[in-house]
C-alpha cells in the first residue's frame, strides 16, 4: 500500500502563486510516476501533471503548460506542484496520485486539497 497526503491548497487571487505538496509512505519503492490530477464542481477529474519517481521525466496537461511544474524530492518521498499566474478556471479539488509498476492507471489517490482562484 501507499498512502498520500496532500497539503498547500487554499485562496488565492488570480494571478498568484501557490505550491502544493504530497508526502507519499509506505511502499513508495513500488512507486514509478507521481502526479496530479484536478476535480472542479460538476466537473469529470482531469491529469495535470506526473512526473516519474526514478527519472523525473515530466508530462502536463495542456491547461498546465507554461504555468505549472512538478517536482519530486525522492529523500523525501514528496512531490511538489508549483502553480503560478493562477486563473479563476483552476479553481478545483487536487488530487495526488501515484502510479505503482506493472500499473496502467494511478492506483492510488490523496484524499484532495482545495485550491480556489478568485477574480
Known amino acids: 500500500q501507499v498512502q498520500l497526503v496532500e497539503s498547500g491548497g487554499g485562496l488565492v487571487q488570480a494571478g498568484d502563486s501557490l505550491r502544493l505538496s504530497c508526502a507519499a509512505s509506505?511502499?513508495?519503492?513500488?512507486?514509478?510516476?507521481l502526479g496530479w490530477f484536478r476535480q472542479a464542481s460538476g466537473k469529470e477529474r482531469e491529469f495535470v501533471a506526473h512526473?516519474?519517481?526514478?527519472?523525473?521525466?515530466?508530462s502536463y496537461a495542456d491547461s498546465a503548460k507554461g504555468r505549472f511544474t512538478i517536482s519530486r524530492d525522492n529523500a523525501k518521498n514528496t512531490v511538489y506542484l508549483q502553480m503560478n499566474s493562477l486563473k479563476p478556471e483552476d479553481t478545483a479539488v487536487y488530487y495526488c496520485?501515484?502510479?505503482?509498476?506493472?500499473?496502467?492507471?494511478?492506483?492510488?489517490w490523496g484524499q484532495g486539497t482545495q485550491v480556489t482562484v478568485s477574480s
Open positions: 509506505g511502499r513508495t519503492g513500488s512507486v514509478s510516476h
Open positions: 512526473v516519474t519517481w526514478s527519472g523525473g521525466t515530466t
Open positions: 496520485v501515484a502510479k505503482t509498476i506493472f500499473t496502467s492507471v494511478y492506483n492510488y
